[in-house]
Protein backbone atom coordinates (compact mmCIF):
# COMPACT_ATOMS: atom_id res chain seq x y z
CA UNK A 1 0.00 0.00 0.00
CA UNK A 2 1.36 3.63 -0.53
CA UNK A 3 1.74 6.15 1.28
CA UNK A 4 -0.71 8.21 0.09
CA UNK A 5 -3.55 5.69 0.68
CA UNK A 6 -1.95 5.07 4.39
CA UNK A 7 -2.44 9.22 4.64
CA UNK A 8 -5.98 8.96 3.01
CA UNK A 9 -7.05 6.54 5.96
CA UNK A 10 -4.96 8.14 8.58
CA UNK A 11 -7.71 11.09 9.97
CA UNK A 12 -6.71 13.46 12.22
CA UNK A 13 -8.62 11.22 15.32
CA UNK A 14 -8.82 8.18 15.60
CA UNK A 15 -12.05 6.51 14.08
CA UNK A 16 -14.99 6.28 16.16
CA UNK A 17 -15.78 2.44 18.12
CA UNK A 18 -18.25 1.64 15.45
CA UNK A 19 -16.63 2.54 12.69
CA UNK A 20 -13.31 -0.02 13.73
CA UNK A 21 -15.14 -2.79 12.27
CA UNK A 22 -15.57 -1.13 8.83
CA UNK A 23 -12.46 -0.40 8.51
CA UNK A 24 -11.02 -3.45 9.10
CA UNK A 25 -13.32 -5.36 6.39
CA UNK A 26 -12.40 -2.02 4.35
CA UNK A 27 -8.90 -2.21 4.53
CA UNK A 28 -8.08 -5.83 4.95
CA UNK A 29 -7.88 -7.35 1.70
CA UNK A 30 -5.14 -4.99 0.91
CA UNK A 31 -3.11 -5.67 4.52
CA UNK A 32 -0.37 -8.17 4.74
CA UNK A 33 -1.55 -11.77 5.72
CA UNK A 34 -0.55 -11.01 9.72
CA UNK A 35 -2.09 -7.66 9.37
CA UNK A 36 -5.14 -9.44 8.42
CA UNK A 37 -5.01 -11.81 11.30
CA UNK A 38 -4.91 -9.20 13.45
CA UNK A 39 -7.31 -6.93 12.24
CA UNK A 40 -9.70 -10.03 11.78
CA UNK A 41 -9.10 -10.73 15.52
CA UNK A 42 -10.02 -6.96 17.20
CA UNK A 43 -12.55 -6.72 14.84
CA UNK A 44 -14.29 -10.45 16.00
CA UNK A 45 -13.74 -10.57 19.34
CA UNK A 46 -13.07 -6.56 20.66
CA UNK A 47 -13.99 -7.73 23.93
CA UNK A 48 -11.22 -10.28 24.36
CA UNK A 49 -8.79 -8.37 22.32
CA UNK A 50 -9.43 -4.88 24.58
CA UNK A 51 -8.22 -7.07 27.88
CA UNK A 52 -4.68 -8.14 25.65
CA UNK A 53 -1.19 -5.98 25.79
CA UNK A 54 0.45 -5.69 22.67
CA UNK A 55 2.54 -8.55 23.15
CA UNK A 56 -0.70 -10.87 24.00
CA UNK A 57 -2.42 -9.93 20.99
CA UNK A 58 1.00 -10.75 19.11
CA UNK A 59 1.25 -13.89 20.59
CA UNK A 60 -2.67 -14.63 20.13
CA UNK A 61 -2.37 -13.64 16.43
CA UNK A 62 0.70 -15.48 15.73
CA UNK A 63 2.42 -11.91 14.54
CA UNK A 64 4.96 -9.58 16.32
CA UNK A 65 4.52 -6.40 17.95
CA UNK A 66 5.49 -4.10 15.59
CA UNK A 67 2.65 -5.51 13.44
CA UNK A 68 0.60 -4.96 15.91
CA UNK A 69 1.32 -1.31 16.13
CA UNK A 70 1.27 -0.97 12.39
CA UNK A 71 -1.89 -2.85 12.12
CA UNK A 72 -3.44 -0.07 14.66
CA UNK A 73 -1.47 2.67 12.72
CA UNK A 74 -3.24 1.75 9.27
CA UNK A 75 -6.59 1.70 11.03
CA UNK A 76 -6.20 5.04 12.09
CA UNK A 77 -4.90 4.62 15.53
CA UNK A 78 -1.44 6.68 16.66
CA UNK A 79 -0.68 3.47 18.51
CA UNK A 80 -1.93 0.36 20.24
CA UNK A 81 -2.91 1.75 23.14
CA UNK A 82 -5.75 4.03 21.41
CA UNK A 83 -6.81 1.16 19.50
CA UNK A 84 -7.50 -1.34 22.75
CA UNK A 85 -9.57 1.98 23.75
CA UNK A 86 -11.31 1.72 20.36
CA UNK A 87 -11.91 -1.76 21.20
CA UNK A 88 -13.58 -1.29 24.64
CA UNK A 89 -15.75 1.30 23.18
CA UNK A 90 -16.67 -1.02 20.64
CA UNK A 91 -17.29 -4.11 23.19
CA UNK A 92 -19.42 -2.07 25.04
CA UNK A 93 -21.35 -0.60 22.52
CA UNK A 94 -21.55 -4.14 20.98
CA UNK A 95 -23.53 -5.15 24.58
CA UNK A 96 -25.80 -2.46 24.92
CA UNK A 97 -28.64 -3.94 23.79
CA UNK A 98 -27.67 -4.50 20.02
CA UNK A 99 -29.53 -7.28 17.79
CA UNK A 100 -27.06 -10.38 17.54
CA UNK A 101 -25.30 -11.13 14.56
CA UNK A 102 -26.71 -12.76 11.37
CA UNK A 103 -24.68 -14.01 9.36
CA UNK A 104 -25.35 -13.23 5.18
CA UNK A 105 -23.94 -16.87 4.18
CA UNK A 106 -26.35 -18.08 2.13
CA UNK A 107 -26.89 -21.76 1.12
CA UNK A 108 -28.52 -23.67 -1.80
CA UNK A 109 -31.26 -25.25 0.37
CA UNK A 110 -32.39 -22.18 2.72
CA UNK A 111 -36.24 -21.31 2.55
CA UNK A 112 -36.47 -17.96 0.80
CA UNK A 113 -37.32 -16.09 4.12
CA UNK A 114 -34.11 -16.99 5.62
CA UNK A 115 -32.83 -15.53 1.96
CA UNK A 116 -34.77 -12.51 2.67
CA UNK A 117 -33.45 -12.14 6.28
CA UNK A 118 -29.71 -12.57 5.20
CA UNK A 119 -29.91 -10.08 2.55
CA UNK A 120 -31.53 -7.66 4.18
CA UNK A 121 -28.91 -7.48 6.54
CA UNK A 122 -25.99 -7.93 4.55
CA UNK A 123 -27.23 -4.95 2.03
CA UNK A 124 -27.65 -2.69 5.34
CA UNK A 125 -24.13 -4.15 7.14
CA UNK A 126 -22.80 -2.81 3.30
CA UNK A 127 -24.52 0.60 3.68
CA UNK A 128 -23.78 1.34 7.53
CA UNK A 129 -19.93 0.21 5.97
CA UNK A 130 -19.98 2.95 3.37
CA UNK A 131 -20.70 5.32 5.42
CA UNK A 132 -18.82 4.78 8.11
CA UNK A 133 -15.91 4.23 5.35
CA UNK A 134 -16.59 7.83 3.22
CA UNK A 135 -14.49 10.58 3.34
CA UNK A 136 -16.82 13.84 3.38
CA UNK A 137 -13.83 15.71 2.70
CA UNK A 138 -13.04 14.09 -0.53
CA UNK A 139 -17.02 13.85 -1.27
CA UNK A 140 -17.23 17.36 -0.75
CA UNK A 141 -14.34 18.11 -2.70
CA UNK A 142 -16.27 15.34 -5.69
CA UNK A 143 -19.57 17.67 -5.06
CA UNK A 144 -18.07 20.96 -5.79
CA UNK A 145 -16.09 19.84 -9.13
CA UNK A 146 -19.40 17.80 -10.40
CA UNK A 147 -21.63 20.98 -9.65
CA UNK A 148 -19.21 23.51 -11.52
CA UNK A 149 -18.42 21.08 -14.33
CA UNK A 150 -19.02 22.26 -17.83
CA UNK A 151 -19.28 18.28 -18.95
CA UNK A 152 -19.76 15.01 -16.76
CA UNK A 153 -18.17 11.89 -18.04
CA UNK A 154 -19.29 8.05 -16.06
CA UNK A 155 -17.02 5.28 -16.78
CA UNK A 156 -17.89 1.89 -15.29
CA UNK A 157 -18.73 -2.01 -16.92
CA UNK A 158 -20.66 -4.70 -16.14
CA UNK A 159 -22.72 -4.06 -12.60
CA UNK A 160 -20.54 -1.04 -12.31
CA UNK A 161 -22.22 0.42 -15.32
CA UNK A 162 -25.94 0.44 -13.92
CA UNK A 163 -24.42 2.64 -11.28
CA UNK A 164 -23.19 4.85 -13.72
CA UNK A 165 -26.27 5.01 -16.01
CA UNK A 166 -27.91 6.01 -12.02
CA UNK A 167 -26.07 8.54 -12.07
CA UNK A 168 -26.09 9.88 -14.93
CA UNK A 169 -29.50 9.79 -15.50
CA UNK A 170 -29.83 11.91 -12.10
CA UNK A 171 -27.86 14.31 -13.49
CA UNK A 172 -29.67 14.52 -16.46
CA UNK A 173 -32.53 15.52 -14.94
CA UNK A 174 -31.05 18.64 -12.76
CA UNK A 175 -30.12 20.36 -16.20
CA UNK A 176 -26.28 18.93 -15.97
CA UNK A 177 -24.42 17.39 -19.32
CA UNK A 178 -23.95 13.97 -18.10
CA UNK A 179 -22.96 10.93 -19.90
CA UNK A 180 -22.45 7.31 -18.71
CA UNK A 181 -20.33 5.24 -21.15
CA UNK A 182 -20.15 1.59 -21.14
CA UNK A 183 -18.24 0.47 -24.56
CA UNK A 184 -14.45 1.26 -23.99
CA UNK A 185 -13.49 2.62 -27.21
CA UNK A 186 -16.51 5.20 -26.77
CA UNK A 187 -15.46 5.86 -22.98
CA UNK A 188 -11.83 6.37 -24.41
CA UNK A 189 -12.54 8.49 -27.82
CA UNK A 190 -14.94 10.83 -25.48
CA UNK A 191 -12.11 10.99 -22.58
CA UNK A 192 -10.16 12.61 -25.63
CA UNK A 193 -12.78 15.47 -25.61
CA UNK A 194 -11.99 16.68 -21.87
CA UNK A 195 -10.54 19.08 -20.94
CA UNK A 196 -10.00 21.44 -17.62
CA UNK A 197 -13.85 22.01 -16.15
CA UNK A 198 -14.90 19.15 -17.19
CA UNK A 199 -15.28 15.82 -14.70
CA UNK A 200 -14.64 12.04 -15.20
CA UNK A 201 -15.73 9.58 -13.05
CA UNK A 202 -14.60 6.04 -12.93
CA UNK A 203 -16.51 3.45 -11.19
CA UNK A 204 -14.53 -0.47 -10.25
CA UNK A 205 -15.39 -1.58 -7.48
CA UNK A 206 -11.65 -4.35 -7.89
CA UNK A 207 -9.85 -0.85 -8.59
CA UNK A 208 -8.13 -2.75 -11.39
CA UNK A 209 -10.95 -2.94 -14.30
CA UNK A 210 -8.58 -1.90 -17.64
CA UNK A 211 -11.60 -0.71 -18.90
CA UNK A 212 -12.06 2.29 -16.54
CA UNK A 213 -9.00 3.12 -15.73
CA UNK A 214 -8.05 3.56 -19.77
CA UNK A 215 -10.24 6.30 -20.04
CA UNK A 216 -10.04 7.91 -16.99
CA UNK A 217 -6.08 8.58 -17.46
CA UNK A 218 -6.98 9.84 -20.77
CA UNK A 219 -9.27 12.17 -18.70
CA UNK A 220 -6.53 13.29 -15.90
CA UNK A 221 -4.08 13.70 -18.86
CA UNK A 222 -6.38 15.84 -20.61
CA UNK A 223 -6.52 18.34 -17.24
CA UNK A 224 -10.45 16.74 -16.33
CA UNK A 225 -10.96 17.06 -12.78
CA UNK A 226 -11.06 12.82 -12.17
CA UNK A 227 -13.00 11.08 -9.53
CA UNK A 228 -12.22 7.27 -8.74
CA UNK A 229 -15.61 5.43 -6.97
CA UNK A 230 -13.80 2.20 -5.80
CA UNK A 231 -13.62 -0.58 -3.18
CA UNK A 232 -10.26 -0.86 -3.49
CA UNK A 233 -8.76 2.45 -2.75
CA UNK A 234 -4.97 1.50 -3.07
CA UNK A 235 -5.97 0.21 -6.32
CA UNK A 236 -3.90 1.17 -9.89
CA UNK A 237 -7.24 3.67 -10.88
CA UNK A 238 -6.67 6.28 -7.72
CA UNK A 239 -3.09 6.74 -9.53
CA UNK A 240 -5.05 8.54 -12.12
CA UNK A 241 -7.91 10.15 -9.66
CA UNK A 242 -8.11 13.43 -8.22
CA UNK A 243 -10.56 12.38 -5.66
CA UNK A 244 -11.39 8.75 -4.49
CA UNK A 245 -15.13 7.82 -2.98
CA UNK A 246 -14.31 4.10 -1.18
CA UNK A 247 -16.70 2.10 -0.90
CA UNK A 248 -17.38 -1.42 1.34
CA UNK A 249 -15.76 -4.82 0.51
CA UNK A 250 -17.94 -7.03 1.27
CA UNK A 251 -17.38 -10.74 1.80
CA UNK A 252 -18.33 -13.01 -1.55
CA UNK A 253 -20.13 -16.25 -1.21
CA UNK A 254 -20.79 -18.62 -3.74
CA UNK A 255 -24.54 -17.56 -4.20
CA UNK A 256 -24.01 -14.05 -3.78
CA UNK A 257 -21.34 -12.78 -5.68
CA UNK A 258 -19.20 -8.97 -5.11
CA UNK A 259 -21.26 -7.24 -7.74
CA UNK A 260 -24.32 -7.12 -5.75
CA UNK A 261 -23.01 -6.02 -2.34
CA UNK A 262 -20.70 -3.29 -4.70
CA UNK A 263 -23.80 -2.00 -6.46
CA UNK A 264 -25.01 -1.52 -3.26
CA UNK A 265 -22.09 0.56 -1.83
CA UNK A 266 -21.73 2.04 -4.58
CA UNK A 267 -25.72 3.23 -5.37
CA UNK A 268 -25.32 4.86 -1.98
CA UNK A 269 -22.18 6.96 -2.83
CA UNK A 270 -23.68 8.39 -6.32
CA UNK A 271 -26.88 9.11 -4.36
CA UNK A 272 -24.69 11.35 -2.05
CA UNK A 273 -22.89 12.67 -4.72
CA UNK A 274 -26.37 13.45 -6.36
CA UNK A 275 -27.70 14.98 -3.70
CA UNK A 276 -24.77 17.24 -3.05
CA UNK A 277 -24.59 18.53 -6.33
CA UNK A 278 -28.65 19.71 -6.51
CA UNK A 279 -27.92 21.40 -3.28
CA UNK A 280 -24.93 23.17 -4.48
CA UNK A 281 -27.42 23.78 -8.01
CA UNK A 282 -30.42 24.22 -6.26
CA UNK A 283 -31.88 27.22 -8.10
CA UNK A 284 -31.56 25.47 -11.84
CA UNK A 285 -32.00 21.85 -10.41
CA UNK A 286 -35.31 22.48 -9.20
CA UNK A 287 -37.10 23.89 -11.99
CA UNK A 288 -35.29 21.53 -14.16
CA UNK A 289 -36.32 18.43 -11.98
CA UNK A 290 -39.87 19.88 -12.08
CA UNK A 291 -39.73 20.52 -15.75
CA UNK A 292 -38.81 16.66 -16.23
CA UNK A 293 -41.30 15.58 -13.64
CA UNK A 294 -44.28 17.41 -15.36
CA UNK A 295 -42.78 16.36 -19.44
CA UNK A 296 -43.15 12.47 -17.69
CA UNK A 297 -46.72 12.91 -15.86
CA UNK A 298 -48.61 11.96 -19.10
CA UNK A 299 -46.93 8.11 -18.75
CA UNK A 300 -47.84 7.76 -15.02
CA UNK A 301 -51.50 8.55 -15.61
CA UNK A 302 -53.79 5.98 -17.13
CA UNK A 303 -55.22 7.44 -20.51
CA UNK A 304 -58.76 7.83 -21.02
CA UNK A 305 -60.54 6.42 -23.90
Do not use: W
Not at 204 to 231: N, Q
Not at 234 to 257: I, K, W
Request: proline share 5%; hydrophobic share 45%; with cysteine.
Amino acid sequence: MTNDVKESFSADSPPAPAALAAKVRTLAPSMTRSMQRVAEAVAGDPAGCAALTVTGLAELTGTSEATVVRTARLLGYPGYRDLRLALAGLAAHQLSGRAPAVTADIAVDDPIADVVTKLAYDEQQTLADTAAGLDTVQLGAAVAAAAAARRIDIYGVGASSLVGQDLAQKLLRIGLIAHAHMDPHLAVTNAVQLRSGDVAIAITHSGSTGDVIEPLRVAFDRGATTIAITGRPDGPVSQYADHVLTTSTARESELRPAAMSSRTSQLLVVDCLFIGVAQRTYETAAPALAASYEALAHRRTPRTR
